[in-house]
């Protein structure tokens, strides 16, 4: 009885579909009978990473891995990249287009609310490549 | 723990033919030996069964009419949708006068305490501000709050703690009948008329506080018909203050976020376009909105399974009721109000999780069984054919 893996792929550009990954993250969770403070973390992190591939990359994915003590996902994705990593984790800090904004996106919360809601996160990007985030949280505080 | 159930089956009529294991909204039916069985902690007594089985297997308990005769005085309190079940040949004034001649002493319409409750809402609303949770969602529909308990038990700190209007009605009642006539409040019979069977399981099984005020339910299509039928020996005479127009839309859609008197108001009807809200509430939505009326039937309480006319009909009708009533009197309204403590309106206790959505305690347990799901599931061909008798 080690870990569970998952993996869920999100198609760039695709906002109706947006936010499905999330959700089946969100119900993974609570089959396992995970706490609903650790579940709403998760879902608010995993929104929000699935969003920002729908919003600025070709296609991504998120790999989740859950084990009795954390569960950490990573979301990848073929994309622009993000040239200046500090200025993209600033609040209120965006460079979605005027259409994403339309939307109700891009209002520059994004990163800043993945790292509020973890225990972890890093950021590995590539411009012109693409961008992964992992980030882990614990099941137990 | 077993809860208690005004749905229940009739095993000679149901044909095990998977309808209602489909609707369900909690997945609380299974067929087992060609019969439907309810599984009591999952089912929220919302009454999608009785709507979907066509064979009239499912069915809700009410009390029977001569039940209010145990009680030395008798006291009946239709719910604001009551009076949208009489097309224009039935003069509603007349209508209320026949729960007289069936033998209730008193009569006071639950519109009058929703009208209040919308009050204490408001003020609840604008007092606490920021730091309540976005959305709050209304408590009025019982079958809402235990859908929140159990399919989305980590929002059951956004349900409002306010007591619905039928309670405040009844308590308020029973008090006044109580000092009035020197009878005892344990022979005082204060029965609810109600749309749905949501309600019946509510006086049995509070939410939120120890015990209902209510003594009884009657289905409104058991008094509708009462009143039909006896309606040419019905007397007018009927001295009440009638409920205002906001108070009685309470009983269709909408009535509630009319009623209250706060911005980004939200309200959704349908218990599975409540589900599919209550899911995005869950991921962080709908944080733009500070309150929302959440009903569990198509159209609010005007589409209970225990009504009589069509839900869409029935809402008209109740519009043109509310209209003809007018504004709340001032002066009876703020008279009611001085006498009920501000306290009063709301729930004693915190409403609980009854979480059914795990799949064991243990969560190597939950893991091991997950992995079954999935792999069974991939096997599958992924139709829909109900013949397992369990919810897909």
């Known amino acids: 009885m080690g870990t569970m893996h998952w993996e869920f792929s999100v198609t760039g550009g695709n906002f109706s579909g947006a936010g499905e990954a999330a959700s089946k993250i969100k119900n993974i969770l609570k089959k396992l009978g995970i706490a609903y403070e650790v579940i709403r973390r998760v879902s608010i992190a995993s929104y929000e990473a699935e969003m920002n591939i729908t919003a600025y990359a070709d296609e991504g994915k998120l790999l989740v891995d859950i084990d009795p003590l954390e569960i950490n996902i990573t979301a990848s994705d073929r994309g622009p990249g993000i040239p200046d990593i500090d200025k993209a984790m600033q609040e209120g800090f965006s460079t979605a287009t005027p259409a994403i904004r339309e939307m109700g996106f891009g209002a520059g919360m994004g990163l800043p609310n993945i790292q509020r809601a973890t225990d972890w996160m890093v950021i590995n990007s590539t411009v012109g490549k693409g961008t992964e985030i992992k980030f882990k949280i614990y099941l137990k505080t | ?392």
């Open chain 2, 1 to 392: 723990m077993s809860y208690f159930h005004s749905v229940k089956l009739i095993e000679e009529k149901c044909k095990g033919c998977t309808h209602c294991i489909r609707t369900c909204p909690t997945e609380a039916i299974r067929i087992r030996n060609g019969k439907a069985t309810i599984i009591g902690d999952r089912c929220i007594d919302c009454g999608e069964c009785i709507r979907t089985c066509p064979n009239s297997a499912k069915i809700a308990v009410t009390e029977q009419l001569n039940e209010i005769q145990k009680y030395k005085y008798k006291i009946a309190i239709p719910a604001p949708s009551f009076v949208s079940q009489f097309s224009r040949r039935y003069r509603i004034e007349k209508v209320l006068s026949g729960f007289l001649f069936m033998g209730f002493d008193e009569i006071m319409e639950v519109g009058l305490g929703a009208d209040l409750v919308s009050v204490a809402i408001t003020e609840y609303l604008n007092s606490l501000g920021a730091l309540l949770p976005r959305p709050v969602i209304s408590s009025a529909c019982p079958a809402v709050v235990r859908l929140i308990q159990v399919r989305y038990p980590g929002l059951v700190g956004n349900i409002m703690p306010m007591q619905s209007p039928m309670e405040i009605t009844a308590r308020y009642v029973r008090r006044k009948a109580a000092e009035k006539t020197g009878i005892d409040p344990s022979e005082i019979g204060v029965f609810f008329i109600t749309p749905c069977p949501a309600k019946a399981t509510v006086i049995k099984q509070p939410i939120g506080t120890d015990h209902s005020n209510v003594t009884g339910v009657i289905a409104t299509r058991d008094m509708v018909n009462f009143v039909k039928l006896n309606f040419e020996r019905v007397v007018e005479n009927l001295d009440i203050q009638r409920a205002s127009s906001i108070g009685i839309g309470w009983g269709r859609r909408e009535g509630e976020i009319e009623a209250v008197d706060i911005p980004n108001r939200l309200s959704v009807d349908g218990i599975h376009h409540v589900s599919k809200m209550l899911e995005k509430i869950e991921e962080g939505g709908f944080r733009n909105i500070r309150f929302l009326e959440a009903q569990a039937c198509v159209g609010g309480c005007v589409g209970g399974v225990l009504m009589v006319e069509n839900p869409f009909m029935a809402k008209l009708k109740l519009d043109l009721v509310s209209k003809e009533i007018g504004d709340r009197n001032i002066e009876f309204f703020k008279k009611v109000q001085s006498e009920i403590p501000k306290e009063d309106y709301y729930l004693r206790d915190k409403i609980l999780p009854r979480p059914i959505t795990s799949l064991s305690p243990d969560m190597h347990e939950a893991m091991r069984k997950l992995e079954e799901i999935e792999s069974l599931t991939s096997e599958l061909p992924g139709i829909d054919c109900g013949s397992c008798g369990c919810p897909t």
